[in-house]
């Protein structure tokens, strides 16, 4: 009763946070670009232009366990690789893509992934905010022939994955470093800068199946074998850096790295049904990149991220790897007067 009064606490506080944050992100959404006074030595912003872009993309949401006495066991969904086409205008984004089958043939022999993946990246002039929900059904064991006699993939239809989090981080030297740039492509970082990252995150989730998470034939640490189901909530402070090198003011590699302090509960199960509670202290990643070629209109780049949760238990750890890989090819169009106009409300981005 005591671990469950704590769960709800944790529940309500991660209500409370996301309400904050996002009252906040708004709050700070109310104020024009002219009055965001960026140094335009370092980057350009194009506040009368929408960014349109054609994109390739892979989602994806991968638990793995970390055996202390054993093999780790890392499972991988069968996501489809998308094609969409997008549009930026100030800090909203709107993409729209679609896995056809022509390029995604062959991918049955690993199984089928069911899956709602909702990721919202919102790059703000002073901040930006993550906000995942990610469910996932169906997996299968990495590499080919783990837990298999033959050559086999090993797939999991029983597996479910829900995750779900928020994080929000204040980019301290935004009047020279520009994430927009890089990951929206609706800016264009002309010299090299960098900034410090300041914030906090949130998650909630949980990981279960209809038997053991480890195969019988994969050794495990005692303390995990039987393992069928965890649920977590956390939340703490966190703290980063990014940088942006440019070369020749058009080619560029940005890279950023967040990590967390966080307050841990979990629980899990096993298939006897006994279950152990536990608290502790965990650390968590959030990783960007972003490299490509950016011009005045043009820009053609990969961009990727990645967010590491962690939980752990004795006899090991728990972690879930999450994020996103787009190819972009995007490019900038002037818009006239009266869509200006009509699109004033999104060119908030202090």
């Known amino acids: 009763m005591r671990t469950t009064s704590h769960f709800i606490a944790l529940m309500r506080l991660f209500l409370l946070c996301l309400t904050v944050m996002m009252l906040c992100g708004h709050a700070g959404y109310a104020q024009t670009d002219t009055s965001a006074r960026f140094d335009k030595r370092y980057y350009e912003s194009y506040p009368d232009h929408i960014t349109t872009r054609l994109f390739l993309s892979r989602k994806y949401s991968s638990p793995t366990i970390i055996n202390n006495s054993g093999k780790d066991v890392r499972y991988m969904p069968n996501t489809k690789l998308n094609l969409g086409v997008g549009a930026t205008y100030g800090w909203f984004t709107l993409n729209l893509a679609y896995g056809f089958d022509f390029m995604n043939k062959g991918e049955d022999v690993r199984g089928k992934t069911k899956y709602l993946d909702l990721q919202s990246h919102v790059y703000a002039r002073k901040w930006n905010f993550d906000l995942l929900g990610q469910f996932y059904t169906g997996f299968y064991l990495y590499p080919k022939g783990t837990a298999s006699s033959s050559e086999d993939w090993y797939t999991r239809p029983d597996?479910?994955?829900?995750?779900?989090?928020?994080?929000?981080?204040?980019?301290v030297n935004w009047q020279r470093f520009s994430y927009r740039a890089a990951m929206l492509q609706n800016e264009w970082q002309r010299k090299s800068a960098g900034s410090l990252l300041l914030g906090a995150e949130v998650y909630y989730g949980n990981i279960h199946a209809d038997s053991s998470f480890i195969p019988s034939s994969v050794s495990a640490d005692e303390?995990?074998?039987?393992?069928?189901?965890?649920?977590?909530?956390?939340?703490?402070p966190g703290i980063g850096y990014a940088y942006t090198v440019v070369v020749g003011e058009h080619f560029y590699a940005t890279g950023s790295v967040t990590g967390t302090l966080s307050l841990n509960i979990a629980r899990q199960w096993n298939d006897e049904r006994h279950s152990i509670s536990k608290g502790t202290l965990q650390g968590g990643w959030?990783?960007?990149?972003?490299i490509g070629y950016n011009s005045s209109r043009t820009n053609i780049s990969v961009s990727w991220v990645n967010n590491d949760f962690h939980t752990r238990f004795d006899g090991g750890r728990y972690l879930?790897?999450?994020?996103?890989?787009?190819?972009?090819?995007?490019?900038?169009?002037?818009?006239?007067?009266?869509?200006?106009?009509?699109?004033?409300?999104l060119s908030m981005n202090k």
Request: zero cysteines; a positive charge.
């Open 223 to 236: 303390k995990l074998k039987g393992v069928e189901r965890i649920r977590y909530a956390t939340i703490g």
């Open 320 to 345: 879930l790897r999450t994020g996103n890989v787009r190819f972009n090819m995007a490019y900038r169009i002037k818009a006239g007067p009266k869509l200006l106009h009509r699109l004033r409300f």
């Open 159 to 171: 597996l479910k994955v829900a995750h779900m989090g928020f994080a929000a981080y204040h980019i």
């Open 286 to 290: 959030f990783y960007r990149l972003g």
